[in-house]
């Protein structure tokens, strides 16, 4: 049982590059996240899912599109990299264990972008 | 957007002694999450808190979930060295599904 698997690991892009950042969970967890960590800043979601087919905007959207066409995957592209986007990328699931969720991480996605 | 108040920002201790730190939000959680970030990984879940005037433990590790469901504590009781990292705290508020994150308790124990 993997949790949340996300790669790359690390990823340099130059200014106006598009790439994809892959999440993939194995514990049939209905709602997935993507959060941006940026130092003195915390986490700040970007989009979220709460299930295959439906995706919205977090707080800090712009840059960023998502889908969600299964329940397991939910990546995150990067349309036209700009050096504000270099951060750490966590993608996160959760699933509602009656009314007792819990939020599980990746292991996060170093972004710069030059 | 909403942000969590978490205080402190961060500390240093002798190992041995204990640790509180706390968060606070303007508006009524359901759900308090405190995590525990290291240097290059994904921050993991610690403790998890569903109703107001909970008390968890999880080893040297207790959090509350404030009665006002407005604000949460963590103790970690006789640190250790291992202990060192970045503390978050998570809320959910009613009727969303996103999570709010305070930013951080940066914790350093020394030996």
């Known amino acids: 049982n993997a949790g949340v698997t996300q790669t790359p690991k690390f990823q340099v892009l130059k200014t106006g590059q598009s790439m994809t950042l892959q999440c993939a969970q194995d514990m049939n967890h209905e709602y997935m996240s993507w959060y941006r960590q940026d130092p003195g800043m915390g986490l700040r979601l970007i989009h979220y899912s709460v299930g295959a087919g439906i995706t919205d905007q977090g707080e800090v959207p712009n840059g960023y599109n998502v889908s969600r066409s299964t329940t397991e995957d939910f990546p995150l592209r990067l349309l036209s990299a700009a050096p504000s986007q270099t951060s750490v990328y966590f993608c996160?699931?959760?699933?509602?264990?009656?009314?007792?969720?819990?939020?599980?991480f990746g292991s996060g996605t170093q972004l710069s972008v030059l | 957007g909403q942000q969590l108040n978490q205080s402190p920002q961060s500390m240093f201790i002798q190992e041995g002694e204990d640790v509180s730190m706390n968060c606070t939000s303007s508006?009524?959680?359901?759900?308090w999450l405190w995590y525990k970030q290291d240097p290059g990984e994904g921050p993991v879940l610690l403790i998890a808190?569903?109703?107001?005037?909970e008390l968890t433990s999880n080893g040297r590790l207790t959090a509350q979930f404030g009665i006002t469901r407005k604000d949460s504590f963590l103790n970690i009781s006789a640190s250790i060295p291992s202990d060192v990292g970045i503390y978050f705290c998570a809320g959910h508020p009613s009727g969303t599904y996103k999570y709010i994150f305070g930013t951080g308790t940066r914790l350093k124990v020394l030996a």
């Open positions: 808190l569903y109703k107001a005037g």
């Open positions: 996160a699931s959760s699933i509602r264990q009656g009314a007792h969720e819990k939020l599980f």
């Open positions: 508006s009524i959680f359901n759900t």
